[in-house]
């Protein structure tokens, strides 16, 4: 729970502030300031957006109890306006422990305590096929290249590809702010094949992520 606490108290004193500096004059519209024309983000023009957000995932195999703390930051550039495509590039930040069992020379099943930070370029694509008011849901897939402060998990290497899918329920707050709640599966391992030299896991869990519209 330290390790929640420490990147949870990173994402607030940075990318939070650095998020919300994106608006030059420094407040957020009322809602009753919005016209008919900008009431949903049905009706809002295809432009750019910021997305800063955190994430939680928790293991799905017992062999391989890691537990993930993502925080991302991206830009992202919204497509095609009726159908709501957007592809985002940006940096994710992780914090990953636990436990994985691997085997021995022997055959025989040994524990491994994991824990390391790491940092990476990451990419999303997202669609946004339903849409109704200031609500809409999108299915979303990304992938990263995340360095790690330590070989990760044992017996793998210092880098690891981050893959993950799921999807958004998207609000509308404003015409400049939005809200987002994801639900994601992650994998994560090295890509160098089968075997221990590349100790794959993967998890589920949620996040929340806010958005400004340029």
Sequence with gaps: MKAVFSVTKWLTVFLFPLFMSIDCNGQIKSLDSLDATDSGPGNKKAGVKFESGI??????????????VTANL????????????????????????????????????????NNAAGIGP???????????????????????????????????????????????IHY??????GVNLTSKWLHVSNGQGLGAHNPSYEAWGVGVAFVKYL
């Design 55 to 68: 994430e939680y995932l928790t293991p799905t195999h017992n062999n391989r109890s890691i537990q993930t």
């Design 74 to 113: 991206f830009v992202g550039r919204e497509f095609f306006e009726k159908i709501r495509f957007s592809v985002y590039g940006g940096v994710t930040t992780t914090y990953a422990w636990g436990t994985i069992v691997q085997w021995d020379d022997n055959f025989n099943n040994i524990t491994y305590h």
């Design 122 to 168: 990451a990419f999303q694509v997202r669609f946004e096929p339903f849409v109704y008011n200031r609500f809409s849901f999108s299915p979303d897939f990304g992938g990263g290249l995340i360095f790690y402060s330590s070989k990760f998990p044992h017996g793998g290497d210092i880098y690891n590809f981050m893959w993950r899918m799921g999807g958004a």
């Design 172 to 177: 509308r707050v404003n015409s400049t702010y």
